[in-house]
């Protein structure tokens, strides 16, 4: 087994037995925190987390990063709230479709930016980042749209529950099972891990690396854009200010489930883990009676942790390469 994948299923086997004790200790001072509707109200409350990080590994894997996509985000969700007050009748499967139609776009855009004008990622994100949330502001004069402006199909489709977990749960469960068939059998996904891994071996082998990140950011864009909804559905009001700086848990999340930075290297068990840990920490202070400001260098010094152990793992990795050929 290569020590890469060995490596990575270590850690995502670490990090599953720390979001069980976690889970536990918390359970002790709080033993609401263990029963089953708690953890239904915390994968529902992480999978708008769980998807956009999904997203976001698509991108860091061919050696990109995306920092719009709590931007998009915002953006489509006002653009949805907007839509749901022009046309109360339109159910809420259809507002899922246009949002996620409208985030492509703009993942499009910003996919267009790296491809063919060459572009960093970073710099294209970071910018598009604020485009897309400073024209939030003039689409309705800096209003919010509040939930007695939308209409019941849209607040209402998000809850609907089967077999006792809501849309946002089976969502963010079916995208996983899709983006990990994507990345694990599909040719797309071996392009991906290539392009990133290796971009000058990857154009030997007639892989375009570039056109490889642009699909990676439709993928983010959509996404992001399907997020959009469903982060106003569930808050019921859309502005300015929504999912402000939610990029950085974002990444974060994909960080702490051991997708490299450097790209090439992760896999979806862990990039839902790490966002599941982010998930418990934020639910579980309050629970206890923790500052939510404790969640903020909770989350620091984990994704530092993390960044040593995957740079670490990369090392390693090298080093087994090397070894053969020296022999």
Known sequence: MPISASFLRQRETALAG???????????????FLTPSSFREVFSD????????????TVILTRGIDLSVASNLALTGMLTAMLSVAAPSLPGIVHL?????????????????????????????????????G????????????????????????????????????????????????????RFGRKLYAAG?????????????AREQFVAFCISGALA??????????????????????????????????????????RVIGCVLGA??????????PTIGVSPFWQMGISGVVI??????????ERREGRRILRPATA
């Open 304 to 313: 530092v942790i993390a960044v040593i152990l995957n740079a670490r793992g």
């Open 97 to 133: 479709a246009l949002a996620a139609l409208m985030g492509l776009a703009l993942g499009a855009i910003n996919g267009l930016l790296v491809w063919r004008v060459g572009i960093p990622s970073i710099v294209v994100t970071l910018g598009t980042l604020s485009i897309y949330r």
């Open 225 to 266: 854009g399907l997020c959009g909804y469903l982060w106003v559905s569930r808050y019921a009001v859309a502005y300015v200010e929504t999912a402000l700086g939610f990029e950085l848990q974002v990444i974060a999340a994909c960080v702490i489930g051991g997708i490299s930075i450097a790209g090439g290297i992760g």
């Open 46 to 57: 992480t999978s708008i987390l769980i998807i956009l990080a999904l997203g976001e590994m």
């Open 135 to 186: 024209v939030i502001f003039p689409l309705r004069g800096g209003a919010w749209v509040n939930s007695n402006e939308m209409s019941p199909s849209f607040l209402g489709f998000p809850r609907f529950t089967l077999l006792g977990l809501d849309i946002f749960s089976w969502l963010a469960i079916l995208i996983a099972i899709a983006i990990w068939f994507v990345l694990a059998h599909a």
């Open 276 to 285: 599941l840990f982010l998930g418990v920490v934020k639910n579980a202070l």
């Open 197 to 209: 891994g290796n971009p000058r071996a990857a154009v030997y082998t007639g892989i375009d690396p």
């Open 18 to 32: 720390i979001i069980i004790l976690l889970i536990f200790l918390v359970g002790l001072r709080a033993p609401i």
